[in-house]
């Protein structure tokens, strides 16, 4: 089982800058660089939606239009680690925020949350305006 844990959400005013962090956890910790890594998220009464992607190796990735040159997808392989950098961030960016793991590295990324194998709990972003 890949357990996943999301941390650095908070409270980020208007125009700010928020850098989220993802990790595998539990007592064996799976090696994250055998997943593509995408980070989803859910604002109260919408549905969860893709936000970006990186692939198993961190050679390329994928955003949203939404937060397409204000956010950055990262990867540490040696940590075990992916990141979210939230730049010039909205108050419409305010949702709960996850990381996934896609098993399926040799296939294209996915911004389809039902093709990801294993969440996080996610970790709450706020806005103030």
């Known amino acids: 089982q890949v357990q996943l844990v999301e941390s650095g959400g908070g409270l980020v005013q208007a125009g700010g800058s928020l850098r989220l962090s993802c990790a595998a956890s539990?007592?064996?910790?799976?090696?994250?660089?055998?997943?593509?890594m995408g980070w989803f998220r859910q604002a109260p009464g919408k549905e969860r939606e893709f936000v970006a992607v990186?692939?198993?190796?961190?050679?390329?990735?994928y955003y949203a239009d939404s937060v397409k040159g204000r956010f950055t997808i990262s990867r540490d392989n040696g940590k075990n680690s992916v990141y979210l950098q939230m730049n010039r961030v909205k108050p419409e960016d305010a949702a709960v925020y996850y990381c996934?793991?896609?098993?399926?590295?040799?296939?294209?990324?996915?911004?389809?949350?039902?093709?990801?194998?294993?969440w996080g709990q996610g970790t709450q972003v706020t806005v103030s305006i």
């Open positions: 539990g007592r064996t910790p799976v090696t994250l660089s055998n997943y593509h």
């Open positions: 996934a793991a896609d098993r399926n590295r040799f296939t294209p990324v996915q911004t389809n949350s039902a093709r990801y194998d294993y």
């Open positions: 990186i692939t198993w190796s961190g050679g390329s990735t």
